[in-house]
């Protein structure tokens, strides 16, 4: 079992930023594929990003790309999601991912609890 802590989450303006971490309790940590996600009201999570298990490789959603980056500190069990240049349909609970497989084909193993990106327009 891994436990997914999200924190950072908050209230930006148009154009600003946010970064959000990922704390995870396993000392594995370093073996799972991790990734973010991101649901709005109404409508259905979807992938925003994912890094490997080195962090040596990341996929990006292209409603993102240029704006986020992930990265990830194995000997602090975190991944982070640092979030440039924001719009307001960036708005929504951001969740935090493992996934034992490829980060490629994210398969969810385990979800944070997720926190709330809200940014205004």
């Known amino acids: 079992q891994v436990q997914l802590v999200e924190s950072g989450g908050g209230l930006v303006q148009y154009g600003g930023s946010l970064r959000l971490s990922c704390a995870a309790s396993?000392?594995?940590?370093?073996?799972?594929?991790m990734g973010w996600f991101r649901q709005a009201p109404g409508k259905e999570r979807e992938f925003v990003v994912s890094?490997?298990?080195?962090?040596?490789?990341?996929y990006y959603a292209d409603s993102v790309k240029g704006r986020f980056t992930i990265s990830r500190d194995n000997a602090k069990n975190t991944v982070y999601l640092q979030m440039n240049s924001l719009k307001p349909e960036d708005t929504a609970v951001y969740y935090c991912?493992?996934?034992?497989?490829?980060?490629?084909?994210?398969?969810?193993?385990?979800w944070g609890q997720g926190t709330q990106v809200t940014v205004s327009s």
């Open positions: 991912a493992a996934s034992r497989g490829d980060y490629r084909v994210f398969a969810t193993d385990y």
């Open positions: 890094i490997s298990w080195s962090g040596g490789d990341t």
């Open positions: 396993r000392r594995t940590f370093s073996s799972y594929a």
